[in-house]
């Protein structure tokens, strides 16, 4: 069984090509040190002394950048290439993690945090549109896993040792971990990464199945709005949860570090086999149903199951599971929607999605906790997963063959 269990593991990364490889190491560098996030509520409520509805208004100054940055990255990309956007936000964005960690007022923070943001998120639609350069059609979903088993193993070695580093040498060190990292990344991107011209495909030349703006794509706003409203429920894990972990499961920083890292173990360990699994069964949109369900009802076992080491487990399981069942379909859907001479504006709008949510999740997740409670937060969440699964299983009805 085991046995089994690691030779399809091993098959579902065969076939990739060495410059997917070379970016999932990339990444994984990267994301080994991007740890600031995950602890920026804390930061800024402990560290800092903001009020929650301070530290929500700056958390959400990352979405507010991260908008921008998926706009502007998405423009770049489209018309400098994603080799030049990619390369100049993983230095910039090093040099700015210096700056922040020198910040300790509101205002200046959350305009630094907005110009951080920018430059850093760049980098996303950029970066799919690389992916989509080096990669064939037929293997994009599972490069695309990698690509995300890359980001998720660095975040649970990072998110394990941030918790540590924290509590030994203070929140600012990892500041001075995150921009090393970010600098060290834009250094072998450079020296290993060649830039390769994605080939212009006959569909692209003779397709008038979409509009040739992402913007008049009413099909693709569409689906957009759904996976917002799944993302507003995730977005929680990153913000208001660990909030909830300290007021609420009263975990340490170090306890708090190592579930988040589970998060990342799991990701690594089950999601390339079961991409690979789905893709062949051809069920994206029952993927995506099932994933956003179990991302939004998660929540909810703290409501009728309470509080426990058990309970913490069962949801980062679930939520884990939503996670890696959803996301890259959702990526690789917003992929093939596209065209070469409009990737950068589609990536650039799925972009902008994630950084909307990451906008009003925070905010308006502290805010709701402050004025009601958790348990009601968690409701809102299941809700809008509901409304997502009937707006997935409509778009799945009107979907044309471009998808």
């Known amino acids: 069984m085991l046995s089994s269990f690691i030779k399809y593991y091993g098959d579902s990364f065969r076939g990739l090509t060495k410059e997917t490889w070379l970016l999932a190491f990339i990444t994984l560098i990267n994301r080994s040190g991007s740890v600031v996030f995950l602890f920026l509520t804390i930061y800024l409520t402990e560290e800092l002394h903001f009020t929650k509805g301070q530290a929500g208004i700056a958390a959400s100054c990352y979405g507010v950048g991260s908008v921008l940055g998926a706009y502007v990255g998405g423009y770049l990309t489209d018309r400098i290439g994603y080799y030049k956007v990619m390369l100049g936000s993983l230095f910039f964005v090093g040099i700015m993690f210096f700056v922040i960690m020198n910040i300790d007022s509101f205002i200046p923070f959350c305009i630094v945090m907005i110009i951080t943001t920018l430059i850093g998120d760049s980098y996303r639609p950029a970066s799919a549109a690389a992916l989509s350069a080096y990669e064939n059609k037929e293997n994009l979903t599972r490069a695309l896993s990698l690509y995300r088993l890359a980001i998720n193993l660095g975040f649970s070695m990072g998110g394990a040792g941030a918790g540590i580093i924290a509590g030994y040498w ?118 995506l149903i099932i994933g956003g369900i179990m991302i939004c009802f998660s929540f909810l076992l703290f409501t009728f199951l309470g509080y426990s080491i058990f309970v913490i487990i069962l949801f980062m399981i679930l939520i884990s599971v939503g996670e890696i069942i959803n996301f890259p379909f ?32 925070p905010w308006l997740g502290l805010i709701i906790v402050e004025n009601y409670s958790y348990d009601i937060l968690w409701s809102i969440v299941a809700i809008l997963g509901l409304i997502s699964t009937f707006g997935f299983l409509l778009l799945r009805s009107k979907q044309n063959n471009k998808v």
């Open 170 to 287: 203070g929140y600012k060190s990892l500041f001075v971990i995150d921009g090393l990292t970010c600098i060290i990344a834009a250094i072998l991107f450079f020296v290993l990464m060649a830039y390769k011209k994605e080939e212009l495909k006959e569909e692209d030349i003779n397709s008038t199945t979409v509009p040739r703006s992402a913007y008049k794509d009413y099909w693709y706003l569409g689906f957009l709005f759904c996976m917002f409203l799944l993302a507003f429920g995730f977005m929680q894990l990153l913000y208001t949860f660990p909030v909830f972990s300290r007021e609420e499961l009263l975990l340490t920083k170090q306890e708090f570090g190592v579930f988040m890292a589970f998060n990342g173990i799991l990701i690594c360990i089950l999601e390339m086999p079961l991409i690979a699994y789905l893709t062949q069964l051809k069920k994206e949109y029952i993927s």
């Open 330 to 361: 959702s990526y690789s859907i917003a992929i093939r929607r596209s065209q070469i001479t409009n990737r950068g504006q589609y990536m650039g709008l799925y972009s902008i999605m994630f950084s909307i949510s990451a906008i009003i999740a």
